[in-house]
């Protein structure tokens, strides 16, 4: 438990969902963009260490299985210790790939003319070689994808969202307890104005996670009264 409380900040950190490390003192997040929110290779490591860890222990006298002090003494070596190391293996290197991308594609479209206002490169599921890239201007949001086994490696898709936050419905849902709620949260939000007879609603989506105005995770609806 105590592994688990030490570790969450810092798995929340190296994916996309960010820490506020010095709150409330900095309302600043801090992204390391390298592991999927639940990577299941490190699950699948994680597991395999643990279980192999405990297969090889020993039984003693009474049935109960523990290792013996010289295995104690030489932790380093047990599969548990190694699925750890592998752990933070893959995840620098992750992290390495991350960022070398980021500023690859930076470098790209600052060359072009183009210089955005963020990157987010951000790991997929399944797939360690593959990135999902959102890129930040001054009204709008493309997209790309990196994948380090095809030349070029990076390339941008043929889509892009608008901001649309200047918008009078976005201004106003902006100020809602809801609205503000998940905008202290969100990294690259943009706004869709559903009409409706009674009154408008507002659905701020953070493009890093969903472009879908209706998802579960990653977008909100709020519903503008007296308009």
Same mark, same amino acid.
């Given at each position: 438990? *105590?592994?688990?409380?030490?570790?969450?900040?810092?798995?929340?950190?190296?994916?996309?969902?960010?820490?506020?490390?010095?709150?409330?003192?900095?309302?600043?997040?801090?992204?390391?963009?390298?592991?999927?929110?639940?990577?299941?290779w490190i699950w699948v490591v994680l597991v395999a260490g643990l279980l192999l860890t405990r297969w090889t222990g020993r039984e003693t006298g009474n049935g109960k299985r523990e290792t013996s002090a010289a295995s104690h003494r030489r932790w380093a070596m047990t599969p548990a210790a190694v699925s750890l190391?592998?752990?933070?293996?893959?995840?620098?290197?992750?992290?390495?790939?991350?960022?070398?991308?980021?500023?690859?594609?930076?470098?790209?479209?600052?060359?072009?003319?183009?210089?955005?206002?963020?990157?987010?490169?951000?790991?997929?599921?399944?797939?360690?070689?593959?990135?999902?890239?959102?890129?930040?201007?001054?009204?709008?949001?493309?997209?790309? *994808?990196?994948?380090?086994?095809?030349?070029?490696?990076?390339?941008?898709?043929?889509?892009?969202?608008?901001?649309?936050? *200047?918008?009078?419905?976005?201004?106003?849902?902006?100020?809602?307890?809801?609205?503000?709620?998940?905008?202290?949260?969100?990294?690259?939000?943009?706004?869709?104005?559903?009409?409706?007879?009674?009154?408008?609603?507002?659905?701020?989506?953070?493009?890093?996670?969903?472009?879908?105005?209706?998802?579960?995770?990653?977008?909100?609806?709020?519903?503008?009264?007296?308009?």
């Amino acid at each position: 438990a *105590t592994v688990s409380i030490l570790t969450h900040p810092l798995l929340d950190f190296m994916n996309t969902y960010g820490m506020r490390w010095w709150m409330p003192f900095v309302n600043r997040w801090y992204y390391a963009d390298a592991l999927f929110i639940v990577d299941p290779w490190i699950w699948v490591v994680l597991v395999a260490g643990l279980l192999l860890t405990r297969w090889t222990g020993r039984e003693t006298g009474n049935g109960k299985r523990e290792t013996s002090a010289a295995s104690h003494r030489r932790w380093a070596m047990t599969p548990a210790a190694v699925s750890l190391l592998a752990i933070a293996v893959y995840a620098a290197i992750m992290l390495g790939a991350s960022q070398i991308a980021r500023r690859a594609i930076m470098g790209e479209l600052t060359a072009q003319g183009h210089a955005p206002l963020r990157v987010m490169v951000s790991p997929v599921p399944l797939n360690p070689l593959r990135r999902l890239v959102v890129i930040e201007d001054a009204d709008r949001y493309r997209f790309g *994808t990196v994948y380090w086994l095809r030349r070029p490696v990076f390339a941008i898709e043929p889509y892009e969202v608008a901001k649309n936050a *200047t918008a009078p419905e976005a201004l106003v849902a902006r100020q809602s307890a809801e609205g503000g709620a998940f905008l202290s949260w969100a990294r690259f939000p943009f706004f869709v104005v559903e009409a409706s007879r009674s009154s408008p609603v507002v659905h701020i989506v953070d493009a890093r996670y969903t472009l879908d105005p209706d998802a579960g995770f990653g977008a909100v609806a709020v519903r503008l009264q007296g308009r």
